[in-house]
């Protein structure tokens, strides 16, 4: 059971203070898993694995060092960030990155955008997060996993400003091409669905995981 908690726009900083509040809460047992959904105003965040080259200077956004697993992505309005504060000990010998990529895009399905994941090859960079067929970037992961407890998830682009992908290596790929659920939409003229029914998709799949 995964308990979710609607936040609404929440500055970075203040996130990362109140999720560790959150993974004290859930290792002493004051609080079962729990999802919880937010955005952030524009930032990027980058892992320790980032190259210095990938983020350029003049990017006019706060850059921020984080104690996740990956390397540089953004967020911002129009996002869907889902930061999990769940048990590894509890769910058993599961991976949980690949659970919440099969959690993904399970509610992607179900909101009619197919999506798959994909394999690292050997020595390659890591293709970790949730991509369309044709291998177009939908929804980036970077997780932490720390006395059994895990922090960080995930950032789903459902209709940002995708212009700032363009302005440095994103997740250490040189040549990846990022997309959005708007972008997709359009494609198929059809709607974009609303804040409210990404976030009813994405906590139903992983409650079902």
């Given at each position: ?13 203040d996130a990362m203070?109140?999720m560790d ?8 047992g004051?609080?079962g ?5 937010l955005?952030?105003p ?11 080259a990938d ?12 104690d996740?697993g990956g390397f540089?992505?953004?967020?911002g309005p129009?996002?869907?960030i889902?930061y999990l504060?769940?048990s ?6 599961v ?15 179900s ?8 394999d690292t ?8 997060g949730?991509w369309?067929?044709?291998?177009r970037?939908?929804?980036?992961i970077g997780?932490?996993i720390?006395?059994g ?21 994103v997740?250490g790929?040189?040549?990846v091409?990022m997309?959005?659920?708007s972008r997709?939409?359009?494609e ?5 669905p609303?804040d409210?029914a ?11 995981k």
């Amino acid at each position: 059971m995964i308990e979710r908690v609607d936040l609404g726009e929440v500055e970075y900083h203040d996130a990362m203070a109140r999720m560790d509040g959150w993974r004290e809460e859930r290792r002493t047992g004051q609080a079962g898993d729990r999802l919880f959904l937010l955005s952030h105003p524009p930032v990027i965040t980058y892992g320790p694995r980032t190259d210095p080259a990938d983020i350029p200077d003049d990017l006019g956004v706060p850059t921020v060092a984080v104690d996740r697993g990956g390397f540089a992505t953004y967020h911002g309005p129009g996002q869907l960030i889902g930061y999990l504060v769940v048990s590894v000990h509890d769910r058993g010998p599961v991976d949980i990155v690949r659970w919440l990529e099969h959690g993904l895009i399970a509610a992607l399905d179900s909101l009619g955008f197919p999506a798959t994941r994909r394999d690292t090859p050997p020595g390659a960079t890591s293709l970790v997060g949730v991509w369309t067929p044709d291998h177009r970037k939908l929804a980036s992961i970077g997780m932490r996993i720390r006395h059994g407890i895990t922090s960080h998830g995930f950032a789903l682009n459902v209709d940002p400003n995708m212009s700032i992908f363009e302005r440095f290596t994103v997740c250490g790929l040189h040549d990846v091409t990022m997309t959005s659920l708007s972008r997709l939409a359009a494609e198929a003229g059809t709607d974009t669905p609303t804040d409210a029914a990404v976030r009813d998709a994405v906590s139903a799949a992983l409650a079902a995981k």
